[in-house]
């Protein structure tokens, strides 16, 4: 495709989910340019610059409703494929980081979608690279940016083994191009200040190994199981099932800073029977693995705050990971994604990419998304010993111990689990929290006691141990 003289040029730095949704949402102003130095699979398929993606993944039902916005037929591909739309916690057997266990209620609307990385991005690069208005620049790294501290004019970019640069001109330049974003240091070329930054680690580790499903019949789908680490007692360890295409368990296992799963394959069902409740482990007692076992180490919070810079360049914007990232078990890396594409589209429906101002709109509004994942990721880690030299204020612990409250009696009441789930899943601010909805039940308590252990069905654990 040759970009049309008549429309502005934007160049989007990343082909991973975070650059294929900033691309999709740039076509409708801007002929793009999408820079990737990987050379894309075709397919479901593992890549070098998605590392992660061997591990569990899903998209919150906020990214659902963004991915529909975004890319509409995409999520009905991804299910015509294999995936599930998944009933948070109707189908979901969860114990809380307050070792409460989530009544499997159907009535909330929350549908979380649930596949492997793999298929995903391959459906994700099908639909958006199918757009003519999209040229695919791959085995290409972004080196650095031209311009000043006023204007970014061009990206400078290095094909393959070239021996020297190229310059992509473009009227806006998007980097999304993950955690390891270079825009720091390109930021210090052109005379502009560092960004404020704050990092909070739990020193979570992560290990992964794929299984083969037991057979299941038709009617009985098998539920994702959860066991969410307890930030109070370090270090924390926690698990999950993931029910996959294909007939897989994508199983990811996690532990902070002492208590972290290795890579031997011998000791990963001894790991999952050891967490607070062994429920995963002792499904995967006769379970058929599929492969080894993948670790993963690099999983701290990290924010750089772009959208209070004193000076901010035009023609450049930051998204997803690049502004923020999260520790996986969360899963909030691809709803921030999906979410941030939308608050780019959404002031670029109001004000011309090579406007005055625009670029700086956009990244106090892609803020929004960023700090709500922040805030929810925070709130948990910070808790770990030595995850943060910035200790807790103490409104930011009270508000801790509020929001167990709240997660107790959402395991408990039907409302109560509504509201806490809008916030969860990135769909409402945390002010939900404080609805009636919440606080009615969490004043006169719930109609039924906890449960006492994980909610699977009989049918379920048939199932699986059969």
């Not at 529909?68 to 969860?94: N, Q």
């Not at 023609?315 to 709803?335: C, I, K, Q, R, S």
């Not at 009636?436 to 069905?457: A, E, S, V, W, Y």
Request: charged share 20%; hydrophobic share 45%; net charge neutral.
């Amino acid at each position: 495709m040759s970009p049309s003289a008549s429309r502005p040029t934007a160049v989007v730095i990343g082909a991973g989910a975070s650059g294929l949704f900033a691309a999709a949402a740039l076509t409708e102003f801007a002929d793009v340019v999408l820079v990737e130095r990987d050379v894309l699979p075709d397919g479901p398929a593992p890549r070098r610059g998605v590392p992660q993606a061997r591990h569990a993944h899903l998209v919150w039902s906020g990214g659902v409703r963004a991915l529909d916005e975004l890319l509409p037929g995409c999520v009905d591909e991804v299910v015509a494929r294999g995936g599930r739309l998944v009933s948070i916690m109707g189908d979901m057997v969860s114990r809380a980081p307050n070792e409460v266990w989530f009544r499997r209620f159907l009535a909330t609307p929350h549908r979380n979608l649930v596949c492997s990385r793999d298929l995903l991005d391959a459906v994700l690069r099908a639909q958006v690279l199918a757009d003519a208005r999209i040229t695919l620049q791959e085995n290409t790294t972004a080196v650095g940016l031209e311009g000043d501290a006023s204007r970014v004019t061009a990206l400078r970019v290095r094909e393959g083994d070239a021996a020297e640069d190229t310059t992509l001109p473009a009227d806006l330049i998007v980097d999304a191009s993950g955690r390891g974003s270079r825009t720091p240091l390109w930021f210090g070329e052109l005379g502009l200040p560092q960004p404020a930054e704050r990092s909070v680690d739990a020193g979570v580790a992560y290990a992964t190994r794929v299984f083969r499903a037991p057979h299941a019949p038709a009617d009985v789908p098998f539920p994702l199981v959860n066991v969410q680490a307890n930030p109070a007692k370090a270090p924390g360890r926690g698990g999950i099932i993931l029910p996959v295409e294909d007939g897989r368990w994508i199983v990811t296992l996690s532990g902070t800073r002492g208590g972290e799963p290795g890579g031997d394959p011998d000791t990963f069902v001894d790991f999952a029977l050891g967490l607070g409740d062994p429920v995963i482990g002792e499904l995967l007692k006769g379970a058929e693995p599929l492969g080894g076992v993948a670790t993963t180490r690099s999983t701290a919070n990290r924010r750089r705050y772009y959208e209070k810079a004193a000076r901010w360049p035009a023609g450049f914007v930051v998204l997803g990971d690049a502004v923020a990232g999260y520790n996986p078990v969360y899963g909030h890396g691809l709803t921030v994604a999906a979410q941030c594409a939308l608050a780019l589209r959404s002031v670029l429906r109001t004000t011309s990419p090579t406007a005055p101002g625009a670029a700086g709109r956009v990244q106090r509004a892609v803020a929004r998304p960023v700090g709500a994942a922040w805030d929810l990721a925070v709130g948990q880690d910070a808790l770990y010993p030595g995850a943060s030299d910035k200790p807790l204020t103490r409104a930011e612990r009270l508000l801790a111990r509020y929001v167990d409250r709240a997660v107790e009696t959402g395991a408990a009441h039907p409302r109560a689990l509504g509201a806490l789930l809008d916030v969860m899943s990135l769909e409402k601010p945390p002010t939900r929290l404080f609805s009636p909805d919440m606080l009615i039940p969490m004043l006169f308590g719930p109609r039924k006691p906890p449960l006492q252990g994980p909610p699977l069905t009989e049918a379920e654990r048939r199932t699986a141990l059969s």
